[in-house]
């Protein structure tokens, strides 16, 4: 075994370690995140929003047993999971794979970065001192690369979340908290949607003397119309009170119009047309005496 070889197996041990930890991270907080939610009824807070109230009654899986509302509280707890542990780890790529065996294996501190850097230098001295690292490197456990207080701190809290979380699923526990008050809550946050082109009344609709140019301070005379007849300038503007508004019930004096009765004339009895039109042969008389009969009542 040669020195770029336990370097090598010594770094491959490290990140299979790291990805222990981002994924008990990662589970931890995403557990933690669902409970909090669905103990705040978020659920029912987002089908508050036009955007989500179309999918509150659908339903998925098997049997149709898992809601739209798990599945959005699953996806936000990812999501923000994901950027968690991003930003926890983020410096992990940054650690000298070097400087953390040597911070592991005290024997090897100093000696291990000294022989990586003179590799392919060959004397007394640096031959002696290679035999010395690699005796030593013979001798190292890759699984003391582990953080074994970190470990066991996260597989304890990642059962305690797990038991919260089954807490809360089985038993559907939740805060008294009001949707509709988180609901508003959320909507008064910056760049939320309908904040953007939100329009006062007062802004819609300007008061008197708050106009803008175009309503408020409007001219009702405007400029004077003039117009040309046969070569002379004719202003067709109405000067105001002119005559143009509305007059009060008590100034008008409105007179009944005049009405000329017609002559009276005497009521006498006509005689139907119809009795003139052509009878049948051989009944004239009796038609003739009926209709007179009908007259006399």
Do not use: C, W
Request: negative net charge; proline residues 5%.
């Amino acid at each position: 075994m040669d020195i770029d070889s336990f370097i090598k197996k010594q770094e491959s041990a490290a990140n299979k370690y790291k990805r222990v930890y981002k994924i008990l991270d990662f589970s931890i907080i995403t557990l933690i995140l669902f409970t909090l939610l669905k103990i705040l009824k978020f659920d029912q807070v987002l089908f508050k929003f036009r955007t989500f109230e179309l999918y509150a009654d659908s339903t998925y899986g098997p049997s149709d047993a898992i809601s739209t509302g798990f599945l959005f509280l699953a996806l936000i707890s990812i999501f923000i999971s994901v950027l968690l542990t991003f930003a926890i780890h983020y410096r992990d790529r940054k650690i000298q794979i070097v400087s953390l065996i040597e911070e592991k294996f005290p024997s090897l501190n100093e000696r291990l970065r000294t022989a990586n850097d003179n590799k392919n230098i060959h004397n007394i001295i640096v031959d002696e001192l290679m035999g010395n690292v690699l005796e030593i490197a013979s001798k190292v456990n890759s699984s003391e690369l582990l953080e074994k207080k970190r470990f066991k701190a996260s597989m304890a809290l990642l059962v305690v979340s797990l038991a919260i979380f089954s807490f809360v699923m089985v038993t559907d526990y939740q805060s008294d908290v009001d949707p509709d008050d988180l609901a508003d809550i959320i909507q008064d946050f910056p760049g939320m949607p309908g904040n953007e082109n939100a329009t006062s009344p007062d802004e819609t609709f300007p008061l008197d003397g708050d106009g803008d140019g175009n309503g408020g301070e409007e001219d009702l005379i405007g400029e004077p119309a003039v117009i040309v007849v046969e070569g002379e300038e004719v202003d067709l503007s109405l000067p105001p009170g002119a005559g143009t508004g509305f007059i009060g019930g008590e100034e008008s004096e409105e007179l009944p119009p005049d009405f000329v009765s017609s002559s009276a004339y005497e009521v006498g009895l006509i005689s139907s047309p119809a009795y003139y039109e052509q009878l049948p042969e051989g009944y004239e008389s009796i038609i003739k005496e009926y209709f007179e009969e009908m007259a006399k009542n």
